[in-house]
């Protein structure tokens, strides 16, 4: 039985073999346990000599049992380093991580800056009843940006209701649904996403980003507009920047302005950049979203978020920041 054991232990190949067997050879109907129960049969003397050779018989096989585990447990311990080794000197192939898009950003950093000053963001929809996007506005029926020449318009005006849907064509329209739902004082940034119809070059797109401000409060001067809009470039283009606004016309705003940044480091020299439009909130918009105009004031301003990303940048061409190449944030580095 022992020779058997011993025989039987050697040719289980690994630990899982050698537990099968197990019981064959030393539970409870193994040959060695069934001798012991039959000593109990055997004449007096020769009962003491038997005991010992079975268990003697039993020991050894159990020795035999315990040695061969242990050797398999450290062939199984050996596979499992060769098996499971990692060369650390391979060449990696990591996959890289995604890039979040330049333009978003620009945007939380805009939105970030302007949170710290006490303004709520605000989204509003892309789709708008020419209302909010022009009338509201003191944009009349007749202007031009609301021909198809400017405009996408995605339902004209039909019975039951007197305005027809357009892509707004700028985020002054959050404006509108900003002074409609809220009591002044509001301050309020509206970034997102507006449409016009431009064909596609260089510098434009008929998809680009704007956020807009806009605060109505108790005297509110063309100082606090002056003010911010310094703190926004500095933010946006470093410590340098100095801005100027040229006076320009907008009908939602009286007095209008263009504001221009001046980048003493630019790659083309020292230059005034346009960066977006501003002005005191137009009484007549006042009125339309039922504000006094003789109890509150506001400004208002719209800056391009993609034209921000291309200063900043030094991108020159906008169809790189739509075209979907992922080495394009890449190239731009992730300073955020
Ligand atoms: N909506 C204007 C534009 O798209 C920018 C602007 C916003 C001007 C607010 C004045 C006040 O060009």
Known sequence: AVNAADKAFTEAADLDALNQIKHQHLGDKAP???????IGALPPAAKSDAGKRVNAARQAINAAYQARQEVLAVEAAERVLRDETVDVTLPADRRRTGARHPINLMTDRITD????????VAEGPEIEPEWFNFDALNIGPNHPARTMMDTFFVAAAQAGR??????????????IHSMLTQEPP???LAPGRVYRTDEVDATHSPVFHQTEGLVVDKGITMAHLKGTLEQFARTMFGPDVKIRLRPSYFPFTEPSAELDVWFAAHKDGPRWIEWGGCGMVNPRVLTACGIDPH????????MGIDRAV???HDV????????????????LGTEE
Do not use: K, N, W
């Not at 007197?162 to 404006?175: A, C, F, I, P």
């Open 186 to 188: 509001i301050y309020t």
């Open 113 to 120: 800056m302007f949170v710290a000053m006490g303004y709520q």
């Open 310 to 312: 291309m200063l900043r």
């Open 316 to 331: 020159t061409d906008m169809r790189d920041m739509f075209d979907g190449d992922v080495r394009f944030p890449l190239a």
């Open 162 to 175: 007197d305005s027809g849907l357009v892509l707004r064509t700028h985020t002054s329209s959050v404006q």
């Open 32 to 38: 060695v346990m069934l001798a012991r129960r039959e």
């Open 295 to 302: 109890v509150y004031s506001g400004f208002a301003f719209g």
